[in-house]
């Protein structure tokens, strides 16, 4: 069993210097301790951002 299984693929942190993170929209963040949170950007402590993953169909249908 490989131990990199709990890798999401082609997933990065963003920099907000080069690509501005939307607003009024929940992300992904980095902190300065680098421990990932979900919330809207605060440019006073985020470091980073990523989108959240979006949920398939599937996954929508199996929430009802």
Known sequence: M???R????VAEW???ETEPPPCGTKL???NPA???VIGHW?????LAWAPLP???KW???KMK
């Open 2 to 4: 490989t131990s990199d």
């Open 6 to 9: 709990y890798l999401a693929g």
């Open 14 to 16: 963003r920099n907000p």
């Open 28 to 30: 992904l963040l980095m």
């Open 34 to 36: 680098g421990v990932a």
């Open 42 to 46: 605060q440019p006073q402590w985020c």
């Open 54 to 56: 979006k949920k398939p």
């Open 59 to 61: 996954l929508k249908e």
